[in-house]
C-alpha cells in the first residue's frame, strides 16, 4: 500500500506555532497516514505528538532536528536515542538504535544547513525538497543525492499547521510500522508529492 507521510514538522516543543495536539489533527484531517515530528533538539514535540493520536489513524515517528556541528540533521526513531552534535557519532548512535539520519535542507544558505560537507558523511537518505528553502537550494540537494547514490525525501518542515503537507511524500509500504516505513525509504520506494511552493 501507499501511504503519505511529512517527515519533518516543529510544533511548540521548538520554534513551532502549534501544540503537538493541534498538528495531530491538522494531519489527520488533511489526509496524511505518517508524520515525523522533528522539533530542534528535543524529542519532547513527537512523544506529545504519540500521546495525543490515540486511537486515529495516524502513526507518529519519534524524531529531531539536531542541531550538529556542521548543520541541522533531521533524525527518525521509533524511541529518543541521545543526539551526539557530531555527526558521525550521531549517525553510529543512530543505527545502533534502528534510526535514520538525514541531511535537513542540505544547501539552504539561510538556514543552518550542512552544505558541500553532504559528501562526507554515510547519510540514509537526503532531504532534496524543502517546503521552506529556495528552489536552487533544493535542486542543490537533488544533484547531491544523485551523485551520492542516496534516496531522496520532501518534506514541508511546517512551523504552523497551515503548512504541514504541502510537500511530503507516497511511500510504499507493506504495512504502516516505523520499520517499514524506514526500510522503504532506504529502498527508494518514495515518491516525492509538491503541493505548492512557500
Ligand atoms: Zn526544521
Given at each position: ?89 550521531l ?46 537550494a ?35 509500504v ?10 522503504s ?14
Amino acid at each position: 500500500m501507499i501511504v503519505s507521510a511529512d517527515l519533518h514538522i516543529h510544533t511548540t516543543a521548538s520554534d513551532g506555532l502549534n501544540s503537538p495536539k493541534e498538528v495531530v489533527l491538522a494531519a489527520f484531517y488533511k489526509g496524511l497516514n505518517v508524520i515525523a515530528i522533528t522539533d530542534h533538539d528535543t524529542f519532547q514535540g513527537a512523544l506529545m505528538a504519540q500521546r495525543y493520536v490515540g486511537s486515529l489513524d495516524l502513526l507518529v515517528i519519534i524524531g529531531c532536528e539536531v542541531s550538529s556541528v556542521k548543520g541541522d540533521v533531521l533524525l527518525l526513531c521509533d524511541s529518543p536515542i541521545n543526539t551526539p552534535r557530531e555527526i558521525s557519532e550521531l549517525i553510529d548512535v543512530a543505527h545502533e538504535n534502528n534510526c535514520l539520519v538525514i541531511p535537513a535542507h542540505p544547501f539552504d544558505d539561510q538556514r543552518n544547513s550542512v552544505g558541500e560537507d553532504i559528501y562526507n558523511y554515510k547519510w540514509d537518505a537526503i532531504e532534496v525538497y524543502n517546503g521552506s528553502s529556495a528552489e536552487h537550494a533544493n535542486r542543490m540537494a537533488q544533484y547531491a543525492a544523485k551523485v551520492m547514490g542516496l534516496p531522496g525525501i520532501g518534506n514541508s518542515d511546517a512551523h504552523s499547521i497551515d503548512k504541514i503537507g504541502i510537500v511530503y511524500n507516497n511511500i510504499e509500504v507493506k504495512d504502516l510500522t516505523i520499520d517499514d516505513i524506514f526500510d522503504s525509504i532506504k529502498k527508494s520506494k518514495v515518491k516525492i508529492v509538491i503541493k505548492k511552493n512557500s
